[in-house]
């Protein structure tokens, strides 16, 4: 399970089923699989 703040938008991550965190969340974030790309 991933902690908090590492995670931005556009990121490409991994999501795995979990048990109801929520009435409508049940899955979690497993990993990171691609950062976004920063562009200036």
């Not at 899955?27 to 790309?37: C, E, H, L, N």
């Amino acid at each position: 399970m991933m902690k908090k703040n590492e995670i931005s938008e556009g990121d490409v991550v991994e999501i795995t089923e979990h048990k109801p965190i929520s009435k409508n969340k049940s899955w979690v974030v497993t990993k990171v699989v691609s950062k976004a790309q920063i562009i200036n």
